[in-house]
Every structure is written in C-alpha cells, then in structure tokens.
C-alpha cells in the first residue's frame, strides 16, 4: 500500500543541478526533500577528470566532486533520498508525484533536475570505453587530445561545432556521417568542408573500436549493405558521440509544456515552467549548453525561485 507526506520543497534529480538546488533550500529553511533518481550525481559520475569547473585548480574527478557537492547539501540537511519519480500530477495543489511507483509525495513546489541522456550507437565498446576514450561532450573532454587524433560522429549542427571546436586542439579530426550528406545549416556545412583538419567520411558507420589502454582506432564499415561496402580502420584516440540528447521527461508528458524533443520549456532567463510553482533546473531544460557550471548556476535559479514563490503564497 503507498504511502503520502508532504513537503514544502520536493527536488528531483542529483547532479549539479539538483544538489545545488538542495544547498540554497536548505539555507533558506525549505527543508528540502530530494530524490536522486537512477544516476545519482548525474552524468558526471561516468566522467574522468573535470577540468573546467571554477574552484578546482588541479582538476577533480566527476564523482569526486559530485560527491563533494552532496556532501555541503547534507551539511545544510538537505533531506537526500534514493528514489526515482515515476508519475506526477502538476493538475492540482499541492503537487502529487509518485516515487519508484509505490509512495506518494505532495509538494507545494517542485524543482525537475532529471538531466538528460546523451544518445549512443548501442555498441558494446562504448561502455568499455567509457573515459577511456570514449565521450559525449567534447567541450568537457576536447582539452585530452591535444594534438591527437579524434573522431565525431553526427551529421548535425551539433556535430559539426563539436568537429569544429575539437580542430581547434586536435591534430586530426574524421566526422563520421552515416548519410551522404551533412544536416547541418549551411554555414556550419561550409566551415567544416573548409577546415583543413576535418575529413569527412560520408556514408560510414562505425562497427567497433578497439584499443588495449583506450580508444586506438575505429573499425567503419562504408555503404553498409550496398555493392560497393567496404570496411575499414582508422588510427583514433578519441571517439566523440554528437547524436543528440534525450531528456528525462517521459514522466511529465503532458503535464509541463515541452519542446518538440523533450526538453522543458522555461520562461526567459528564468526557471519557471508553464505550471505555477514547478522549476526547471539542469540539462533537462538545456539543450544548448550543458555544462556543469550552467547545471549548477540553474539549479541556484530554481531554489532563490521557489523561494520566493513560497513565501508570495505564505506556503
């Protein structure tokens, strides 16, 4: 049989966003409730060395310092839970959200820091690869392979500014695109086909990589399944997935208004959401940037803005 409580101030999610978030409820005496969901810590947490996060001269691992972060939220007595939100319902108030499908949380504001998922080819070298060459943002990463040799696979803006940016530090950079064309506008199409250390490699997709310490090369396959197919290797330190994201939003459809892939949409350069005391904090309102610092700088938006909604309402 489910169980109910009520709290004041309910968070969902534990990355920078979410952490930050229950640091500045809990200084405010909102007695924040926070739920971790399936990752905690977030994507950091499978990241090696993070490298441009102010306050970290020498650097700190993901789970380092998500642990670190944790740990000032628990210091403030943020209340931290193990538990994922299977179901809300944002139609009444107080808010009702289901944890783990069994207890019942109502809420009279909901911060969503659920994050997002960067999409992988489902190829089993990319877990074992995982900060061993293998990566999903190359802002985060790019600064590793120095004069190395890198390869991006998309077709799409998004592909196309992360070849462009890992050119600005790589010797080498191979866009792996598996259509005979690239999707991206045409600027960015005419900046990469204009960059000397970008080779495109139309109408390839990647099979596996292989490596003994680390990513050393790819093995592509060019025209898969037509006439002309024709595997090949190509020498590699680093393999950049630039596919897209997903944000973890199934559980609000049709409760908070959403873009046309997902991501919640706030209002300006606020945290706030379509409905009247949920906020919206992290990548999983963020589809330009995703950065740790712009996670963690949101999710100081939501709680000052949750806050104030409190205390406009006497709540």
């Given at each position: 049989m489910s169980t109910t409580e009520h709290v004041r101030c309910l968070i969902l999610g534990a990355g920078p966003a979410g952490y930050t978030a229950a640091i500045y409820t809990s200084r405010a005496n909102?007695?924040?409730?926070?739920?971790?969901?399936?990752?905690?810590?977030?994507?950091?947490?499978?990241?090696?060395?993070?490298?441009?996060f102010p306050g970290y001269e020498h650097g700190v691992t993901g789970p380092d310092m998500m642990q670190q972060i944790r740990k000032q939220a628990l210091r403030f007595n943020a209340d931290i839970?193990?538990?994922?939100?299977?179901?809300?319902?944002?139609?009444?108030?107080?808010?009702?959200?289901?944890?783990d499908g069994d207890k019942k949380v109502t809420c009279d504001t909901l911060i969503v820091a659920t994050g997002a998922k960067?999409?992988?080819?489902?190829?089993?070298?990319?877990?074992?690869?995982?900060?061993?060459?293998?990566?999903?943002c190359a802002t985060c990463d790019g600064f590793f392979y120095r004069n190395k040799r890198v390869a991006v696979v998309g077709g799409g803006d998004t592909a196309c500014e992360e070849a462009l940016y890992l050119a600005t530090i790589a010797q080498k950079v191979y866009l792996i695109v598996r259509k005979p064309f690239l999707r991206a506008s045409k600027v960015m199409q005419e900046r990469v086909m204009n960059n000397e250390k970008i080779e495109v490699l139309f109408?390839?997709?990647?099979?596996?990589?292989?490596?003994?310490?680390?990513?050393?090369?790819?093995?592509?396959?060019?025209?898969?399944?037509e006439p002309d197919e024709k595997e090949l290797d190509?020498?590699?330190?680093?393999?950049?997935?630039?596919?897209?994201?997903?944000?973890?939003?199934?559980?609000?459809?049709?409760?908070l208004?959403?873009?046309?892939?997902?991501?919640?949409?706030?209002?300006?350069?606020?945290?706030?959401?379509?409905?009247?005391?949920?906020?919206?904090?992290?990548?999983?309102?963020?589809?330009?940037?995703?950065?740790?610092?712009?996670?963690?700088g949101?999710?100081?938006?939501?709680?000052?803005?949750?806050?104030?909604?409190?205390m406009e309402h006497n709540l």
């Amino acid at each position: 049989m489910s169980t109910t409580e009520h709290v004041r101030c309910l968070i969902l999610g534990a990355g920078p966003a979410g952490y930050t978030a229950a640091i500045y409820t809990s200084r405010a005496n909102l007695k924040p409730v926070l739920y971790e969901g399936m990752q905690p810590g977030g994507q950091l947490t499978t990241t090696t060395d993070v490298e441009n996060f102010p306050g970290y001269e020498h650097g700190v691992t993901g789970p380092d310092m998500m642990q670190q972060i944790r740990k000032q939220a628990l210091r403030f007595n943020a209340d931290i839970r193990s538990g994922e939100a299977t179901e809300v319902d944002l139609s009444k108030k107080p808010f009702v959200v289901s944890i783990d499908g069994d207890k019942k949380v109502t809420c009279d504001t909901l911060i969503v820091a659920t994050g997002a998922k960067a999409k992988y080819l489902g190829l089993p070298c990319e877990d074992k690869y995982a900060g061993m060459g293998v990566s999903a943002c190359a802002t985060c990463d790019g600064f590793f392979y120095r004069n190395k040799r890198v390869a991006v696979v998309g077709g799409g803006d998004t592909a196309c500014e992360e070849a462009l940016y890992l050119a600005t530090i790589a010797q080498k950079v191979y866009l792996i695109v598996r259509k005979p064309f690239l999707r991206a506008s045409k600027v960015m199409q005419e900046r990469v086909m204009n960059n000397e250390k970008i080779e495109v490699l139309f109408e390839h997709n990647t099979l596996n990589l292989f490596g003994d310490n680390g990513v050393e090369g790819a093995h592509l396959v060019y025209r898969k399944g037509e006439p002309d197919e024709k595997e090949l290797d190509i020498a590699i330190d680093g393999f950049f997935l630039a596919i897209g994201h997903k944000p973890n939003t199934d559980f609000l459809k049709g409760q908070l208004k959403l873009n046309e892939v997902g991501y919640i949409v706030t209002e300006g350069n606020t945290s706030l959401t379509s409905v009247e005391g949920v906020f919206a904090a992290g990548d999983v309102a963020d589809p330009r940037y995703r950065q740790a610092v712009t996670s963690a700088g949101s999710g100081c938006k939501a709680a000052l803005d949750a806050e104030k909604y409190l205390m406009e309402h006497n709540l």
